[in-house]
């Protein structure tokens, strides 16, 4: 859930961006109609799109990747970044911004050379990355859903925090295939993807600035998307929403969950909280029970514009099989 709630409310007050529309005169959320919402709501205070998966070169090297854009009033903000799990380290990161806003309706979002957008070739469409990052190398990605979007929450509308909602749709499973390159040396990679859109207007509740997010994606073709809002110490603070794809397609909204940090944890090299590298997911209602372990210690993301977070792949040890994605944030301030 991207990962970014909090982020984006944070990104907001570093750039110093002041909401200057009075709360009773911003638009109201209705329920998501696809295609109708894949284009930018430059109205509501925040948006983002978000893409994260892992893919493998020919060699079977695997490789994690965040690409995602944020969009506020008056800025467009963006980041790259991808771990090479073997290597246990971070080989492409950074961040783009960009002055101005996007135009209501708008799918294709360019930053200071960084690009992300859609392509509406079939009815689910295609996405596609496209991050230079000078002198280390290049992601290019085409990432084409390959089951339809599930709206998330009621009709698409998620509890932010107390008082406040988002808008949230996602794509649990993209076919990933594209380009990597790295100290000049180009490889073909493919492997599988999430994909998240999400805008309202919650930029300055505080109470939204820290959460657990969690994407799990089952071998039997099930899927699994959950988040918890926690206080600054990681507490649970009782506002979390799920979503549960059956391997039929069928999906559910359990109510009850739980997200257990399990150690080690971990204090990244410039960061201000400790991060789990160990959780056990349990959703009784779907009989998800399953331990996940950080398949690097490094999947830290460090900013200048926005607090770091954690985003990172996991690997399932224990219960069904598959593969999973984790973000979780304790960070209050950026190095701006």
């Known amino acids: 859930m991207r990962r970014a709630w909090p982020v984006v409310a944070a990104m907001v007050a570093a750039l110093a961006i002041a909401t200057a529309t009075s709360a009773a005169s911003l638009p109201a959320l209705r329920p998501v109609v696809l295609p109708r919402d894949h284009g ?22 695997d490789f994690f990747w965040f690409a995602t854009v944020w969009a506020g009033e008056g800025f467009v903000l963006a980041k790259v970044n991808v771990v090479d799990l073997q290597a246990d380290r971070i080989v492409l990161s950074k961040e783009y911004v960009a002055a101005g806003a996007l135009t209501s309706g708008q799918t294709r979002m360019d930053v200071d050379g960084f ?65 990597l390159v790295l100290d000049g040396q180009p490889s073909r990679v493919s492997g599988q993807g999430w994909f998240d859109h999400q805008w309202g207007n919650f930029a300055t509740n505080s109470a939204s600035w820290h959460w657990n997010w969690f994407a799990c994606q089952f071998q039997d073709g099930s899927d699994l998307m959950l988040y918890q809002f926690i206080t600054p110490a990681g507490r649970p603070t009782g506002v979390q929403s799920a979503t549960f794809v059956s391997r039929h397609g069928v999906s559910t909204h359990p109510r009850r969950f ?37 398949r690097a210690r490094h999947q830290f993301i460090s900013n200048q514009y ?12 224990r219960g069904a099989p598959g593969a999973c994605i984790v973000e979780s944030t304790r960070e209050t301030t950026s190095t701006f």
């Open 115 to 179: 690009g992300l957008g859609r392509q509406p070739r079939s009815v689910l469409g295609r996405w596609s990355v496209d991050a230079p990052v000078p002198g280390k190398g290049r992601l290019r990605l085409s990432l084409t859903p390959v089951q339809p979007y599930v709206l998330n929450g009621s009709h698409g509308i998620v509890p932010e925090g107390p008082g406040a909602t988002s808008a949230y749709y996602s794509d649990p499973r993209l076919a990933a295939r594209g380009t």
């Open 40 to 61: 930018a709501h430059p109205a509501f205070q925040v948006e983002w799109w978000y893409t994260a998966g892992t893919v493998a070169n020919h060699r079977g090297r």
């Open 258 to 294: 739980t997200a257990v940090p399990l150690g080690p944890a971990i204090r990244p090299a410039g960061a201000t909280g400790t991060y789990p590298l160990r959780w056990r997911l349990n959703v009784p209602s779907v009989h998800v029970n399953v331990t996940l372990k950080a």
């Open 306 to 317: 926005l607090p770091g977070f954690w985003e990172g792949a996991a690997a399932i040890t």
